[in-house]
């Protein structure tokens, strides 16, 4: 595979761009890093591992036999790190999504790509795979015997704000009772998403404009659209396509609507049929005709997919549809210019 260029200006620089390898760490501006690429219960599948079928799955032995770092196949929860340079040579960390594989995520992909702290966290909603690792936020903030430390920003719909007071109720900032002692929990800044979703705000000097789906039948979960010079939007979890799609979003991120995508991030569960609150790769494709990115990357995948073997189909699809679409991989970076 080639060495990419960035996406500049809204334009594509080279078509190859979604190949790009992990070990090319590319330049010093602003860059999308992949944490995590695979579905909730990430990649490989346990059962597959300590109760191997007949025939095997041949996606999940991998694991034992290949570093994870050189595994594309190997998939921790849907994560993405925005590091986005200003025009001041200045560079600020925005995460979207913690979940429940975020320690190795740091551990593998903060190390490997020198990411030094996170200055803001977006998530998407509430579940597991998205919040379960604010806990180990505090890994990734300095050390106080006092908790005396700027918090974290953290931004968030009020339904998830509710859930996270039941699921996390010592890291809602709350004033100590006389004599009681100092707890060493991560330090956050709870700031609340408007409720009709339709005012942008800014993050670590990024503005976003959150684009709510449907992620099953009654429940909203929140996408994100970013950058000024290349739009990207970045939706992990929502469901069947366009029945779920509410009409607005769509409308933003759509090249017939509000402007063509330089870049959409976008849910794919499993390879083939339908799932109830995930697309799946039919539904995933037909999406992204209708949408008509310039380039996308597939996240959330299972074990079914086998990332070489898939996107050699994709990207004869690519040809065929004229969007150039591939599986997403763990730690993959993607300089862009926003």
Known sequence: MEKQNPLQNGNIVDVSLLAIKNGDQGGDGSALIL????????????????QPTDPPCHVCPQSLSIPPDRNPNYRCNTSLLIDYCSSDGLHNYTIIDVGKTFREQVLRWFTFHKIPRIDSIILTHEHADAVLGLDDIRAVQPRSPTNDIDPTAVYLAQYAMDSIVTKFPYLVRKK????????RVAQLDWKIIEEHYDKPFVASGLKFVPLPVMHGEDYICLGYLFGEKCKVAYISDVSHF???????????????????????????LYKQGSHNVHLCLPQTLEALKRICPKQALLIGMTHEFDHHKDNEFLMEWSEREGIHVQLARDGLRVPIDL
């Open 176 to 183: 100590l009772r006389e004599g009681q002692e100092v707890r």
């Open 242 to 268: 366009p029945l779920t799609f509410p009409s607005n979003t769509e409308y933003v991120i759509s090249k017939n609507g509000a402007g063509q995508l330089d870049l959409l991030i976008l849910d794919c």
């Open 35 to 50: 944490l995590g690429t695979g579905c909730s219960g990430a990649v490989p599948n346990a059962m597959c591992l300590i």
